[in-house]
């Protein structure tokens, strides 16, 4: 287990330094990691805003891959943001931050009900480090 942590409106910048920090050694290159952070950040982002507010990152390393999963205890994601998600307009407010994590993240992973929902971020560890 690199982290398991329960977070809040004002723990986001905390928090995506912690998980900066945990995935530094671990060998992913510059522009895998930081995109794969920026991934973790929208997550993290969607449930402070539209899923009451709190909730728990666990980040881990097994099989050649790190996990982010995070939950929320919110009302579920609607219907209509559950397919992967197309491109947001240029000009539309809002709407990248489930597109972002397909985007940047090996697999993406969604279970959503009632009460709460579970985003897991899986990106693959095979990549080579900076030189």
Known sequence: MLLDRAFGQ?????LRHEVTARLAPLGLNADRRHGYILAVNEVIT???LHAGG???????????SVWCMVTDSGPGIPGGYLDEP???EAFEV???????AHQLCD????ATGPIGTSIGLRISLDA????
């Open 86 to 88: 197309a491109a947001p």
């Open 107 to 110: 697999e993406v992973t969604t």
């Open 128 to 131: 080579a480090p900076d030189s």
């Open 94 to 100: 809002g709407g990248r931050g489930l597109w972002l």
């Open 46 to 48: 969607n449930v402070v």
């Open 10 to 14: 004002e723990d986001i910048t905390v």
């Open 54 to 64: 709190q909730g728990r990152l666990v980040l881990r390393a097994e099989g050649g």
